[in-house]
């Protein structure tokens, strides 16, 4: 068959949703009798799954296409999936011609159709609609991770933060059953995968299509009681949709890991407002304390942005006591940047980029220091990892705790010199920096023990 000799290469930039996309695009083609390859030189269609979130992520697309110049790639075939796909739409065919493939998330459903053209000769090719009811399904998805494997369980945005561009790029909101989830984790489990991560721009806005109408906290009970899942966990969570059930989901399924992600933006309410995030400070810790009542501790991370416009001294220095009340276990913080379309393009007081630079170090400093001295009051205590990997030239392996800490441990001399990969160990904690733990694994008698007071709690 001649599609059977057809290779094709895919690069992701962004999120873990745009990981996933591409691993379900892979997925699409491999289906289609196409060969992964890792080099864009040996491949007969080059993919790029862009990100626009923030900064020019059209030109680094660009500069990729650039490298191959039309009439001089050996007849390739280029395709851009993705943000900047929806968002610069047909003008991508006029900048690189080279370009067969313009496709937005929202269409991939229509991927074979798109690929069935494309390989029959059509020039160009494009899938951007927006205004879809239906989530992107794959009857096969080639996941790149062997022990935790991404689930999408909702796509698209139904929220207008004023600076976001993902309404625009990804669509509106668009659920999956929760029928087709729950059999997916089962098959995910059965395939031997010892973590699952559910996936959307905000999990909890989850809205069961489905006849059973699962809420976002009964789902996550569910997915829990997959027999034999190891570790659930999800992200993203939207304060305004954070609700105290999923906090007692947590409680009560040992399986469903210790950690949420509830991005807080900024902490002054002047400019929630002017953000159009709809919750104010007072109200976002509110969420907090629910879950810090928990009777797990359960870790919590954040997003923040500094330099949004009209952004003070005074509000900025809000953000900071804000990071002093909750003490993120880790924060992503990223300088405003304007993206096209967006309602932030309007406002007024544009802060200067030296200054938004300053802002960040500022608050990435501070959050520095809090992870350091989080860290530093668990050394000592004993931490069950889920391994994901090994550093040779250290001899350490490297797991991921509940928490979602990372913690690089080494083996006792003398302990089987097998693979850990993808199983659970239990390390003391001997040292810690900012980022990550490093510890000792402990020995079997001591680990029945670590387990028994951590069953205990
Ligand atoms: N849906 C999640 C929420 O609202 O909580 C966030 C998803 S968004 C894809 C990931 C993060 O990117 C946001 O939390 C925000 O901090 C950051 N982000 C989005 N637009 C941005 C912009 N224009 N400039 C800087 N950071 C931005
Ligand atoms: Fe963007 Fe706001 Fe939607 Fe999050 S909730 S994806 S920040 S628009």
Request: aromatic share 8%; hydrophobic share 35%.
């Amino acid at each position: 068959m001649q599609r059977a000799s057809k290779t094709f290469y895919i690069e992701t930039f962004g999120c873990q949703m745009n990981v996933h996309d591409s691993e379900k695009v892979a997925g699409t083609l491999l289906a289609r009798g196409y060969r992964q390859v890792p080099r864009p030189e040996e491949a007969d269609l080059v993919l790029y799954n862009t990100c626009s979130i923030r900064d020019k992520a059209e030109q680094k697309v660009f500069s990729r296409l650039g490298q191959f110049k039309k009439g001089q790639n050996g007849g390739k075939m280029f395709g851009v999936l993705g943000c900047v796909a929806q968002q610069e739409g047909a003008r991508i065919f006029e900048r690189a011609p080279q370009v067969g493939l313009v496709c937005g998330s929202a269409s991939y459903r229509k991927l074979p159709q798109l690929l069935a053209q494309l390989e029959a000769g059509s020039g160009r090719v494009t899938g951007l609609e927006l205004d879809t009811d239906e989530p992107f399904e794959t009857e096969f998805t080639r996941r790149d991770n062997p022990f935790r494997a991404y689930l999408t369980i909702i796509e698209g945005c139904d929220k207008h933060c004023a600076y976001c561009v993902v309404p625009f790029t990804r669509g509106r909101e668009r659920s999956r059953s929760s029928r087709q989830i729950l059999e997916e984790a089962r098959r995910l489990v059965d395939a031997g995968y010892s973590e699952i991560q559910l996936l959307g721009q905000n999990v909890n806005s989850y809205r069961d299509p489905s006849p059973a109408r699962l809420t976002f906290a009964r789902l996550l009970r569910a997915v829990a009681e997959t027999p034999g899942i190891r570790r659930l966990r999800f992200t993203t969570s939207h304060p305004r949709d954070f609700t105290a059930e999923i906090v007692a989901a947590i409680d009560s399924h040992p399986t469903l890991c210790d950690h949420v992600h509830l991005p807080v933006q900024a902490g002054s309410d002047r400019v929630l407002a002017r953000m159009q995030r709809e919750y104010t400070r007072e109200q976002y810790l509110e969420k907090i304390a629910c879950i810090r009542s928990a009777r797990r501790a359960i870790s919590i991370t954040t997003d923040l942005i500094v330099g949004f416009p009209g952004e003070t001294e005074e509000d900025f220095a809000e953000t900071l006591s804000l990071l002093e009340e909750v003490r993120y276990d880790a924060a992503f913080s990223f300088k405003y940047s304007p993206r096209p379309n967006t309602p932030a393009l309007a406002l007024d007081g544009v802060v200067p980029e030296e200054e938004k630079a300053r802002r960040l170090a500022v608050l990435q400093e501070k959050q520095r220091q809090i992870q350091l001295e989080k860290n530093q009051a668990l050394v000592g205590s004993a931490q069950e990892v889920l391994v994901e990997g090994r550093q040779e030239a250290l001899q350490q392996w490297v797991g991921r705790t509940s928490q979602n800490r990372v913690l690089n441990f080494t083996v006792p001399r003398g302990s089987a010199g097998h693979s850990r990969l993808g199983t659970c160990a239990w390390a003391r904690v001997t040292r810690a920096g900012p980022n990550s733990l490093v510890g000792e694994m402990l020995p079997a008698g001591q680990r029945q023990e670590a387990e028994r007071l951590a069953g205990a709690t």
